[in-house]
């Protein structure tokens, strides 16, 4: 493909090469002209294995380079600095998540971008997941009536030491699996937050940040999300709940399992005042119910995240994670670990 987009990578640890490199390397319409790492032998891998120019920090990047699109993937403390100094070189940048270690700062990548007409892509791919998808459907379909409560838990059991166990770092459950929950559940809302409150502990991982993280949010329509976040919890739990006035649903990471019923062929329900007939609750309601099981698989999928950041720098298309989502999502993270809501 002619015009490929420029693309410099900024730092190749776990998410540069991992997850970015890998993502891009074998594309058509993207092309790595050059990256930037403080360690020589990453910087040797990368110019051997795709043919680019490596320089040793982004100042000398920026300078020298020829890359239309920077991806920002430094540890957590330094997005901020350096997403404002690509988007100061006029650069569309693509930037890890957390967007910024605090609202503020956040707000603050936010602006510049907005200022300088650049375009900027927080990484929220879970977005583009078929989980997620596949949970969007469910609930616009009306399958369960009207969905009340979704509840995530992202949880297992490891003990961690590496930096991201580090309050000084931006480390933590909450920055690091904390954007993932929050992107899909914020989404599948539907309406802004109106409260929220949040248990956030450190258990059991060395250094000093959160391991354990368990929020309740309520939006401003009355559904509400409960999102159990921990590296501490070592029996399965089902990953996704959803709660409807009609049904349930239960899934996986794989499979959904349904229960539901169709409302207008439910006989009709009305009040009986007064004493218990018989001293006894309850009484002769028999529902329509019906029971499926099916994959945790979208009807139409959307692709990935690159190929929506493809699609907004050739064709003008919408962004999927536009600045203002990721800006409530730092604002969650931020009201959850603080107890105060960083907008008032």
């Known amino acids: ?28 319409d993207f092309q790595i002209v050059e990256v930037a790492d403080p360690e020589e032998q990453r910087r040797l891998q990368a110019k051997a294995e795709l043919g680019c120019e490596a320089y040793p920090d982004l100042e000398t990047m920026l300078a020298k380079g020829s890359a239309d699109l920077i991806v920002v993937a430094t540890p957590s ?9 690509v988007i100061a070189a006029g650069k569309d940048c693509v930037l890890e998540k957390p967007i910024a270690t605090s609202y503020a700062g956040a707000k603050k990548i936010a602006d ?35 969905v009340h409560g979704i509840r995530y838990n992202w949880a297992s059991y490891s003990r961690r030491n590496d930096w991201q166990t580090l309050k000084a770092n931006g480390g933590g459950l909450l920055n690091n ?8 559940a914020l989404d599948l809302l539907d309406s802004p937050v109106e409260c929220l409150c949040a248990s956030v502990q450190h258990i059991k991982d060395a250094g000093d940040a959160d391991d354990h993280a368990h929020l309740f949010i309520k939006a401003k329509s009355g559904r509400i999300a409960e999102l159990f976040l921990s590296t501490s919890c070592a029996l399965p739990l089902p990953r996704t709940i959803l709660l409807g006035s009609c049904g349930t649903l239960i ?18 329900l009305e009040v009986v005042d007064g004493h ?19 994959k945790v698989v979208p009807s139409k999928p959307v692709g990935n995240f690159y190929d929506n950041v493809s699609a907004v720098i050739r064709e003008g298309a919408k962004m999927t994670v536009s600045p203002e989502s990721a800006l409530e999502v730092t604002r969650a993270i931020e009201w959850a670990a603080t107890g105060e809501d960083p907008v008032g």
């Open 77 to 85: 403390t330094f997005h901020e600095r350096d997403a404002l100094a």
């Open 1 to 28: 493909m002619s015009n490929k987009i420029k693309v410099g990578i900024l730092a190749l640890g776990r998410a540069g090469w991992n997850i970015h490199v890998k993502g891009l390397r074998d594309r058509e």
């Open 177 to 184: 699996h904390g954007p993932h929950a929050l992107t899909t």
């Open 276 to 294: 218990s007939k018989e001293r006894k609750y309850g009484n002769a309601d028999v529902l329509p119910w019906q029971e499926e099981t099916r």
């Open 112 to 146: 510049a971008a907005a200022a300088a007409g650049t375009r900027l892509f927080v990484h929220h791919q879970h977005l583009f997941s078929d989980e997620y998808q596949f949970l969007r459907e469910i609930i616009s379909s009306g399958i369960l009536g009207e």
């Open 251 to 268: 899934a996986d990471h794989t499979e959904a399992k349904l229960r539901f019923y169709d409302s207008a062929k439910a006989p009709a």
